[in-house]
């Protein structure tokens, strides 16, 4: 029997069933369970990620479980995972990516262009905040948390004009959309890993990792090795508005966007660097490095503790 440890929202829950599935496929004698769990980031929905500990604190309760032997893997999305695991653990596979592109979403098709000036754009995410003020001066970013459900409730009702989401999210949850603007590099450039679910396993435990290993896809993995390459170099967390998009052609070239902005979008540094996808982890820290000494430094040191 393999266990794997998941949130109980809708959107870890698919993620979740797919990786079972996929074990299924692979191993149709073995049974497979989900274990689903609460966390802290799912139950306190009144104060901000960073007030009540970083984006750990979604996967605090699933690492637990592992670590407790309750359960043998943990099926996380790759955007929210820290780019070091506790001692005891390690990340095993990238299953095959997703769509990376963050939505513009609104109830009447209106681009950002259109909006007019004091229009509320919902989001959280100090990386999408920066990169839109940074285009949109004139637009009001408010900060929204919850489900995905519930965040796209707040622009249908009205109480924001618009949401920006992460597209793989909308499209696993089959949301139904009729305006949407799908916004990529060089303009936007979406959060590294996303779109990427990650599984994680106690470092110990060769049976599970051996049974993951042909469910990991190589294009991805190279992907973000260059994208987490970034965030391990400018020592990044949650509260960095850090973006970065690796993207291999059929040479197997491997092109890197990165931008680091201030906060108010006033600031911004950003490389595009390319080569072959074997030097993935170097091209990473490459533009991490480079972005650090033209400004790089002097942004994170101003950001709030
Ligand atoms: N930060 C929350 C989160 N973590 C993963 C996804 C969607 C799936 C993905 O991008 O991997 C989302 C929602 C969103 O950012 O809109």
Same mark, same amino acid.
Request: glycine fraction near 16%; proline fraction near 17%.
């Given at each position: 029997m393999i266990r794997l440890a998941t949130r109980k929202s809708p959107l870890a829950l698919w993620q979740t069933e797919y990786v079972a599935d996929e074990l299924r496929r692979h191993y149709p004698e073995t049974s497979i369970e989900l274990l689903p769990l609460s966390t802290r980031g799912d139950e306190v #929905? &009144? !104060?901000s990620l960073s007030e009540i500990g970083g984006k750990g604190v979604f996967l605090k309760e699933l690492e637990r479980a592992l670590l407790e032997n309750e359960a043998d893997i943990a099926v996380h999305s790759l955007k929210d995972v820290p780019a070091e695991s506790p001692p005891g653990l390690k990340l095993s596979v990238v299953m095959p990516r997703g769509d990376w592109a963050d939505w513009w979403l609104t109830a009447d098709g209106r681009t950002p262009d259109e909006l007019p000036s004091g229009a509320r754009v919902g989001t959280s995410s100090l990386r999408r905040q920066s990169q839109l003020i940074r285009q949109y001066p004139d637009l009001d970013v408010v900060p929204i948390r919850g489900s995905v459900q519930t965040r796209m409730g707040l622009m249908t009702s009205g109480q924001v004009d618009a949401v920006i989401l992460a597209a793989a999210g909308l499209q696993r949850l089959a949301f139904p959309l009729e305006h949407r603007l799908a916004l990529g590099p060089p303009a936007f450039i979406p959060s590294p890993g996303q779109g990427v679910i990650v599984t994680q396993c106690r470092a110990d435990d060769e049976h599970t990792q051996q049974l993951l290993a =042909? #469910? %990991?896809c190589p294009d991805t993995a190279d992907q973000v090795a260059a994208e987490r390459a970034v965030v391990a170099t400018l020592g %990044? &967390?949650? !509260?960095? =508005?850090l973006a970065a998009l690796a993207q291999i052609d059929g040479k197997g070239r491997l092109t890197l966007h990165a931008r680091l902005c201030s906060p108010d979008g006033r600031l911004a540094v950003e490389r595009v660097v390319e080569g072959d996808r074997q030097d993935a982890e170097a091209l990473g820290l490459e533009a991490g490095e480079s972005i650090l000494e033209h400004g790089g430094r002097e942004i994170i040191a101003a950001l709030p503790a």
């Open positions: #929905l &009144d !104060r =042909p #469910l %990991g %990044g &967390d949650c !509260r960095m =508005p």
